[in-house]
């Protein structure tokens, strides 16, 4: 069953560091895009970041613009096009037996991933990693394939180019995303429970010893010992400037004692031509065999 179908009415927040107001014109871009596939768009006021300020709004009020998109009967899915560092400070203020009562899809990448996590962790409803603002990007007609396939199509069988480095499956439900930004649940009961899961991981910046920490702070969560699988993005940064160790060595060394299955998709992260991945819902990989 689809996310959204033609004549659905979609809203757009920034619930991490508002978009700066020189920027109007990629949110008009995709307020264009989204009206092309048929969809209409509502706005939150907390769009914007304030003068004198990287926010939107307080942490309460950019919970209670989110809570009342959810709660907007005419609203299907909420797409935040935001990112940056205070996703995060919202958490307290939401109401989460409200979103399990809408069930209504969140959707956002990059800090959004404490939202998309928090959301399955404490709802067991499904979020979603993508990055709207590629609709204004550089791969605009090919994301308008991709959106439509994800979320106006058969959006629960998304499937992905993947290069197995150990293993050649596995299955589970999905948590993770940008590395940095979920180990912000660290401590929270926010954090999902990773036993049987499969931790998908992608990064924007950071180099060697960032990632080489982060990992090292899943593994002292014992993130590697309950895990079905690991599944990892692009990781931006590292990728552009191939460095060593690459994310890849770092990962197969510190799961190496789990024999934990280990892939590895160019189809999923910060890439102007990402694909979406759902956050809390089953999914199973299985080598191809040509």
Request: hydrophobic fraction near 40%; charge should be neutral; aromatic fraction near 8%.
């Amino acid at each position: 069953m689809s996310v959204l179908k033609r004549g659905d009415t979609v809203g757009l927040i920034s619930c991490s560091d508002g978009i700066c107001r020189d920027d109007h014109s990629v949110l008009n871009k995709i307020e264009q895009q989204l009206n092309q596939l048929g969809l209409k768009v509502k706005i939150a006021k907390t769009i914007y970041r304030s003068a004198h300020s990287p926010f939107s709004g307080s942490p309460q009020l950019r919970a209670s613009e989110l809570l009342r998109l959810f709660r907007d009967s005419e609203v299907k899915a909420v797409f935040d096009v935001s990112g940056g560092d205070s996703a995060n400070q919202i958490l307290p203020f939401l109401d989460f037996d409200a979103l399990r009562e809408t069930a209504v899809p969140f959707v956002g990448i990059s800090d959004l991933s404490v939202i998309n996590n928090a959301i399955y962790a404490r709802t067991g409803l499904p979020a979603y990693h993508y990055r709207i603002k590629n609709l204004a990007g550089g791969f605009a007609k090919m994301q308008r394939t991709i959106f439509e396939h994800a979320f106006m199509g058969n959006a629960s069988v998304p499937t992905f180019n993947v290069r197995w480095l150990r293993g050649n499956q596995m299955s589970g439900i999905v948590i993770g995303g940008n590395i940095r930004c979920f180990l912000k649940l660290a401590g929270t009961n926010f954090l999902p429970d990773p036993a049987g899961k499969i931790i998908f991981l992608e990064a924007l910046g950071g180099g060697s010893a960032r990632m080489a920490s982060l990992l090292a702070q899943l593994d002292q969560l014992s993130f590697f010992n309950e895990c079905s699988g690991v599944l990892l993005g692009t990781f931006s940064a590292m990728q552009a400037k191939s460095s060593e160790p690459s994310i890849e060595q770092l990962v197969l060394e510190i799961t190496e004692r789990c024999h934990l299955p280990l892939a590895k998709t160019e189809q999923l992260g910060h890439g102007e031509d990402a694909h979406s991945l759902p956050i809390g819902l089953p999914m199973r990989f299985v080598e191809t065999r040509q």
